[in-house]
């Protein structure tokens, strides 16, 4: 597996908790209980890919502004999250600022597949992108075990 591979296994999650917690037919509990994963699998993984991808990419001039972009994608995203967690997951109110946060999210992980992993492909070196894989997963499960 490589960085992209592991980024991209990890959206595959995401997708699928926002699936769930978007299904009509879930319940509030289950609701709740989805919402609780994501939250962490969320944020333990936009830590890890700004240390291991947007950090080094930061670096590069030709990847400067990329890696801004999408650093900000994640602070607009926590804000949301911090809504939600403020909010009663049995409200209007919270379902329709998930739906916003989920359709945000999923334009933002459909940028990282593309033109992200493009001009890494592009602009990298090969050993720094070796280099990726192993900083992104000790970053995780560090969040993981701290979340
Ligand atoms: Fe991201
Ligand atoms: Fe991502």
């Known amino acids: 597996m490589d960085i992209f591979e592991k980024i991209e296994h990890d959206h595959k999650k995401q997708r699928e908790l926002m699936n769930g917690i978007l299904n009509e037919n879930t319940s509030v509990s289950e609701r709740q209980q989805l919402f609780d994963e994501f939250r962490v699998e969320f944020r333990a993984h936009a830590a890890a890919e700004e240390e291991s991808f947007y950090a080094p990419m930061l670096e590069n001039s030709e990847t400067t502004d990329q890696s801004r972009h999408s650093v900000a994608?994640?602070?607009?995203?926590?804000?949301?999250?911090?809504?939600?967690?403020?909010?009663?997951?049995?409200?209007?109110?919270?379902?329709?600022?998930?739906?916003?946060?989920?359709?945000?999210?999923?334009?933002?992980?459909?940028?990282?597949?593309?033109?992200?992993?493009?001009?890494?492909?592009?602009?990298?070196?090969?050993?720094?992108?070796?280099?990726?894989?192993?900083?992104?997963e000790d970053r995780k499960s560090q969040e993981l075990e701290h979340a």
Do not use: Y
């Not at 809504?83 to 459909?110: C, G, I, P, R």
């Not at 990282?112 to 592009?122: T, Y």
């Open 73 to 136: 994608e994640h602070h607009d995203a926590i804000e949301l999250l911090e809504e939600l967690e403020k909010l009663n997951v049995s409200d209007e109110e919270w379902l329709s600022t998930f739906k916003k946060l989920a359709d945000e999210n999923e334009h933002h992980m459909e940028e990282e597949e593309s033109s992200v992993f493009d001009a890494v492909r592009k602009e990298m070196k090969d050993t720094e992108i070796e280099n990726m894989l192993g900083v992104f």
